[in-house]
């Protein structure tokens, strides 16, 4: 992608304790932490898209951007800033 014409979006993050989403996977999703049902609601609100990133350690409550996998190689970057 040419760096001029790259575009930015905002979607809702959603990190995931011990498990990892495919494309056109399917499976529940159990969510319990506030920000995280929060992250859901925004995403209903709006174009109902949401990105789904697994957690380093299944462990941390409270995840940041250090605590989540990356895919830097698809041009997805994440702002140094909470998850929704």
């Not at 498990?19 to 932490?33: A, C, D, E, S, T």
């Not at 920000?35 to 409270?62: F, G, N, P, W, Y």
Request: proline share 7%; net charge negative; glycine share 4%.
């Amino acid at each position: 992608m040419n760096p001029e014409r790259s575009e930015r979006i905002e979607i809702p993050v959603l990190p995931l304790r011990d498990v990892v989403v495919y494309p056109h996977m399917v499976i529940p999703l159990f969510v319990g932490r506030e920000k995280s049902i929060r992250c859901l609601e925004a995403a209903m609100d709006h174009d109902k898209k949401i990105m789904l990133v697994a957690q380093k350690e299944a462990s941390t409550d409270e995840p940041g951007v250090n605590d989540l996998f990356h895919r830097r190689d698809r041009g997805l970057y994440f702002a140094d800033a909470e998850t929704a």
